[in-house]
């Protein structure tokens, strides 16, 4: 049996910083792992022996050869490669109440420090099982006014690189989710505003984040297109959007890969 699997991915070009480096390997085992930089990684099933590992690479890879293990009938060590890849600047101003966001207080920054270890969890969940075997769906219909990877300034101030795709509309337009899966985080964070992250297993896992409201709770299974929540401006935005990321063996990885349709 040949599993539905994720299709969109340009073997070519996205084994870069941010992207989704796609192995192939060869094994008689029925459930192979692979790990990268020791963390698991994603694996699907091609054709009889043949399987692929999806890699998620850190925005701030070094280029060069890596090595894949998979773990199969013997331990195998796969070479391959990262490529450069170059991301343009955003200078963004914040003023105002929002500036609170760029430097925060004491006791801002102590909500900062409560929440990581949330937020860190979330996105190192590794569920053994795909509960999705398709590509995603865009989570809104809008327009993307940001793109993944932008080198971003604050007021002048470097800051970290932008980790997702922004999607411009009004505030309570319904947002859906973009595969199957299970709500692993509905709450709201100081950065983050109203969040939700899914979980569609094997360590991949997407957000959504400055939501007006939340519609879902942990524990839950949703379908691919149910409504999770609406568009808002809550936490650190200069306006109402979604931010929408992708996290793939606890990597944030750009999202445009594995939408459908794209994202321009
Ligand atoms: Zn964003």
Do not use: C
Request: charged share 20%.
């Amino acid at each position: 049996m040949s599993l539905p699997v994720l299709s969109n991915i340009d073997i070519n070009n996205t084994a870069i910083p941010g992207g989704i480096a796609v192995v192939d390997f060869y094994t008689k085992h029925k459930h192979p792992t692979a790990f990268y930089s020791n963390v698991p990684v994603y694996v699907q099933h091609q054709k009889d022996t043949h399987w692929q590992a999806l890699i998620g690479i850190p925005l701030l890879a070094k280029i060069g050869d890596k090595q894949l293990i998979v773990k199969g009938v013997s331990e195998q060590k796969i070479a391959f490669n990262i490529k450069p890849h170059h991301y343009k600047e955003q200078r963004i101003t914040l003023t105002g109440k929002n500036k609170k966001y760029l430097n925060p207080n004491l006791k801002q920054r102590d909500r900062i420090i409560r929440e990581r270890p949330i937020l860190t969890a979330a996105r190192s969940t590794f569920s053994a099982q795909a509960l999705s075997h398709s590509n995603f769906i865009r989570p809104v219909s809008g327009i993307t006014t940001s793109t993944f990877g932008l080198k971003r300034f604050y007021n002048n101030q470097a800051r970290r690189p932008h980790t997702g795709l922004d999607y411009a509309g009004k505030i309570g337009t319904p947002i859906q989710a973009v595969a199957r899966g299970k709500i692993i985080v509905s709450d709201k964070f100081f950065f983050n505003g109203n969040t939700v992250f899914i979980d569609h297993g094997q360590g991949l896992i997407s957000l959504y984040l400055h939501m007006n409201e939340r519609l879902v709770k942990p524990g839950q299974i949703i379908n691919q297109g149910d409504i999770i929540g609406t568009i808002g401006q809550t936490g650190r935005a200069t306006g109402p959007h979604l931010h929408f990321g992708v996290y793939l063996n606890t990597v944030v990885i750009n999202p445009t890969i594995l939408i459908k349709d794209g994202a321009k």
